[in-house]
């Protein structure tokens, strides 16, 4: 046995140079085990690659599904939004501007609700191994996004057709996405652990999302909705996102302070309580999946 | 002691039983939720393990053994780091690899190259690890012509012979097993045992658990015994086996099964009184008719839609050697019906073509796919010796089990070839 040779030495070492792990119950509120997840990025990588790959198993378009739903969607927007509802958009082409916001929004969507049902739906995974829990949301995020580039590749091209080329403005596309992805990952590891509790999570999401997308400007321009909704619309952390997601895309007016300001730190609270709560979650998820 | 490598101090994990059972769908969980507003739920608590201590030294190879229940797979998953336990303390020295299931995250749609990346990374491999080890992994597989196909399109057992294949190749310095060995044909179980006892020789400390008694005594120096969620006995390994067989409920004609031994199921009917007998009532004799009956109690009379009894018959050591199946009857006789407390099933063998020995029994009946009542062998019954041949003889113990009728000719090549017409009347004589 050749292969063996490699871990003999490991195991002719003193004994006293293996790590030690202690077992033991644990209480309350304890810190994120982060430096594990750095420990098992490459499984993380793993997962998310596995996500992507079986997602697109034997469909015969493939990818181009990533780029036809939005697609589909903007053409109904067209229709009802602009045809009918005569929505103005800021100087913007109306398909440009709806495929914008829904590029990131079928990326947020698609990553809400596939993240929180995934400790579900990799049960065995959170079962039979000891595989840090909290890489499951997160590769699962990690999938979407590999869509989200080429969702946002497509609307390039497609930008590009109608004469909308990128400015000094791309150089925000990262923060704003950063800005998205921090409130993401905060309800995802807030609802993930609660769907492995509560199925009702997983049958109440899909829905709420869906009304989320109209109460968000992704078909419309906040500024369209007029200043009596704006201490609503401050709530929605994902106005702010897709306001200055589009503004660094197509260079539409920025979001407002008060936005902003609602996105950072609505972003933030949900990133902490979802980290905070999934670490005490996690130490039990076993005994529920 | 410095080269102990795993101590467990008085380890305990509680489980809250809910009964009224996890609602999981929205209807389910909002009339829950309205009855939980008047009422919670009646909980109770169920230690799966309790006050269990004990050592384990560097290079040793300990079994586990213990019915269904008895806490072992809990044990297994607390030092795994799957679930925390509710009291005591564990300190393990040195990386853990678990082998708690082959083929953890195998994916259908993947290829088997795929599936093996993947699954290596589950199990705590680096990728660089799997790219050396990938051609001992696919050869000890014996799928090779396969790799690059999807693992949808295997048998069950190319499946589970890649499964295993990957997790033969884990070295952790200290590996959890449970009950992996099972998988595959004889062949490939042979193969796999072999595996894990190269593993176990390299100095590797191993935790292995199971239910097969030859694989236990071949691979683990000591053992230790669970009941009940506490240890029982620890000592040399074929000491705690004999301690684990001679501890099983023994059941001759007409023995009635406790409610508490380990069983699963759902229980709306229960195995209550077992007997194997000849036609006359009496010991089961070798290659003689044979009549098990089992008596079902029933708190409620069941309309089961599709029943699915079956009565295994294995050696001491644990290995399945026949299995009745009511669908194995051609005349199907057994298919749904109104059961009532009290209901008699019988299973009529003509021949039973075993040599004389003690014997265990499975019982599993299920009801259109549902799990009703399991009880896995802990059922004994012991054959008696007849001149099944005619000749005095009966194979000895290393001579294999079952009995086999059989005719030896001399004769010509050609004629030797001719197989006798058995049951046809004329049969060629001998010149």
């Known amino acids: ?289 | 002691m410095t080269d102990v490598v795993i101590r467990a101090d008085e380890l305990g994990k509680r489980y809250r039983i809910r009964h009224a059972g996890p609602s999981t769908t929205l209807t389910e969980s909002t009339r829950a939720a309205f009855a939980r507003l008047r009422r919670r739920p009646p909980k109770s608590d169920f230690w799966a393990l309790r006050n269990v201590s004990f050592e384990v030294r560097s290079g040793e190879v300990l079994g586990v053994i213990g019915s269904n229940g008895a806490g072992k797979s809990t044990l297994l998953k607390l030092l795994a780091r799957i679930t925390e336990p509710t009291e005591g303390v564990a300190e393990v020295r040195g990386r853990v690899g678990s082998l708690l299931e082959v083929g953890t995250g195998f994916h259908p749609e993947l290829t088997g190259r795929d599936n093996v990346f993947l699954n290596g990374a589950i199990l705590g491999m680096k990728r660089a690890e799997i790219s050396r080890k990938f051609e001992e992994i696919v050869d000890f597989s014996g799928v090779e012509a396969f790799i690059d196909v999807p693992v949808k399109r295997y048998s069950s057992g190319m499946q589970v012979r890649l499964a295993f294949a990957v997790a033969a190749f884990l070295e952790p310095e200290i590996l959890l097993v449970d009950e992996v060995l099972s998988v595959g044909d004889h062949a490939f179980q042979e193969k796999s045992l072999d595996r894990i006892h190269e593993v176990t020789r390299s100095g590797r400390t191993v935790l292995f658990v199971s239910h097969n008694m030859a694989s236990l005594l071949r691979l683990c120096s000591r053992g230790m015994l669970l009941e009940q969620g506490t240890t029982s006995f620890e000592g040399p390994i074929e000491a705690t086996v004999e301690r684990y067989l001679s501890r099983r409920l023994s059941v001759h004609a007409g023995g009635e099964l406790l409610e508490d031994i380990a069983r699963e199921g759902t229980g709306t009917l229960r195995f209550r009184r077992v007997s194997v007998s000849s036609a006359n009532g009496l010991e089961p004799r070798a290659g003689e008719p044979v009549i098990f009956t089992l008596e079902l109690k029933a708190d409620h009379p069941v309309s089961a839609r599709e029943l699915n009894l079956s009565i295994g018959i294995e050696t001491r050591s644990g290995d399945r050697l026949v299995t009745l199946w009511n669908r194995f009857d051609p005349t199907q006789t057994i298919r749904a019906g109104l059961i009532q407390d009290g209901t008699v099933v019988t299973c009529t063998v003509p021949e039973l073509p075993l040599r004389p020995e003690r014997y265990l029994l499975t019982l599993y009946l299920d009801d259109a796919g549902d799990l009703v009542d399991f009880v896995p062998h802990q059922i004994e019954f012991e054959v008696m010796p007849t001149d099944f041949f005619g000749t005095s003889l009966l194979p000895s113990a290393t001579q294999g089990p079952v009995l086999v009728r059989q005719q030896w000719r001399l004769g010509s090549s050609l004629e030797v070839a001719q197989l006798p017409e058995v049951g046809h009347g004329t049969q060629r004589a001998i010149p």
């Not at chain 1, 990588?45 to 036809?68: N, S």
């Open chain 1, 1 to 289: 046995m050749a292969s063996s040779s490699s871990t003999a030495a490991i195991v002719k070492a003193p004994p006293g140079e293996l790590p030690v792990t202690t077992i033991r119950s644990t209480s309350g509120w304890l810190p994120p085990r982060l430096g594990e997840l750095w420990h098992e990025r490459q499984l993380l990588y793993f997962l998310a690659w596995r996500d992507v790959k079986v997602r697109y198993a034997q469909t015969v378009l493939g990818a181009v599904w990533t780029i036809f739903q939005p697609l589909a969607l903007m053409l109904v927007f067209t229709l009802a939004f602009r045809r009918i509802g005569k929505v103005e958009t800021e100087g913007v082409n109306y398909a440009v501007f709806c495929l914008a916001g829904l590029t990131f929004w079928m990326f947020f969507s698609r990553a809400v609700t596939q993240g929180s049902d995934s400790l579900v739906a990799n049960a065995q995974l959170v079962t039979k191994t000891s595989c840090p829990r909290l890489l499951i949301p997160l590769a699962s995020i990690t999938g979407a996004l590999v869509d989200f580039a080429v969702g946002l590749a497509f609307f390039f091209v497609f930008a590009a057709i109608y004469g909308y080329w990128p400015s000094w403005r791309i150089i925000f596309l990262v923060p704003s996405l950063v800005l998205g992805l921090t409130f993401l990952v905060g309800i995802v590891l807030l609802l993930a652990p609660l769907n492995v509790r509560y199925r009702d999570v997983r049958q109440a999401l899909p829905f709420l999302v869906q009304i989320w997308l109209f109460l968000s400007p992704v078909a419309y321009p906040i500024t369209s909705l007029g200043p009596r909704w704006s201490a609503i619309v401050a709530l929605n952390p994902l106005v702010g996102v897709i306001e200055s997601f589009r503004w660094s895309l197509l260079g539409t007016p920025p979001p407002t302070a008060v936005q902003l300001a609602s996105a950072i730190v609505i972003g933030l609270l949900a990133f902490g309580v979802g980290l905070t709560t999934f670490a005490r979650a996690e130490r039990t998820i076993a005994d529920l999946a």
